[in-house]
């Protein structure tokens, strides 16, 4: 089983900063690396495909790199309705998996 | 635009069966496949397993003893078996179509399930 390491676990952000969420892949998978946002009482929404497509319909702010085992999502300048946990997936083999989620909090 | 609709029973009681449905109206899959994923309260997400149009199944192997999923396509809706439940499989229950891309999208907007007597 392929574990998704994020980190961190939780950011405390003030509005217009930027925010970094790093997922490493215990082995590697490629570019099968989606990342999800889950505002409180939501179900996740996709919010970057392929370790850094975008998303039709999501802001350009959020941006997405990485491949191998090591992944990032960005989102410049933070909005307060970005408020939310975000989590990685990836897809590369089975059983698919989850990080264990980056809570963005504003300040 | 697919869109997704899980519903059963909200209470389970241990050793029993829990039995969840999806119905997708909106659209179809071409190609790709349907999952069942869960969250425990305050917790992260457990991808349960998926089935394709086909009927070809992939589990989870942490609880593939315990589940079951099947689809009908003239319903528009697949099914989650989950047997001899205990209370460590209470969390809302989220189905989700991948559709000609693995990422999960869209998403149903799940259900709680409580396992308890």
């Not at chain 2, 899959?29 to 994923?37: E, N, R």
């Not at chain 2, 396509?73 to 499989?89: E, I, N, R, Y």
């Amino acid at each position: 089983e392929i574990v998704l390491t994020q980190s961190p676990d939780f950011q405390s952000v003030t509005p217009k900063e930027k925010v970094t969420i790093t997922c490493r892949a215990s082995q590697s998978i490629g570019s099968s690396l989606h990342w999800y946002q889950q505002k409180p009482d939501q179900s996740p929404k996709v919010v970057i495909k392929y370790a850094s497509q975008s998303i039709s319909g999501v802001p350009s702010r959020f941006s997405g790199s990485g491949s191998g085992t090591e992944f990032t999502l960005t989102i410049e300048s933070l909005e307060a309705e970005d408020a939310a946990v975000y989590y990685c997936h990836q897809s590369s083999s089975l059983p698919l998996t989850f990080g264990g989620g980056t809570k963005v909090e504003i300040k | 635009q697919v869109q997704l609709q899980e519903s059963g029973p909200g209470l389970v009681k241990p050793s029993q069966t829990l039995s969840l449905t999806c119905t997708f109206s909106g659209g179809s899959i071409i190609s790709g496949y349907w999952s069942w994923i869960r969250q425990p309260a305050g917790k992260g997400l457990e991808w349960i397993g998926r089935i394709y149009t086909s009927g070809i199944t992939n589990y989870n192997p942490s609880l593939k003893s315990r589940v079951t999923m099947s689809i009908d396509t003239s319903k528009s809706q697949f099914s989650l078996s989950l047997s001899s439940v205990t209370a460590a499989d209470t969390a809302v229950y989220y189905c989700a179509a991948s559709n000609g891309s693995p990422e999960f999208d869209p998403w149903g907007q799940g259900t709680l399930v409580t396992v308890s007597s």
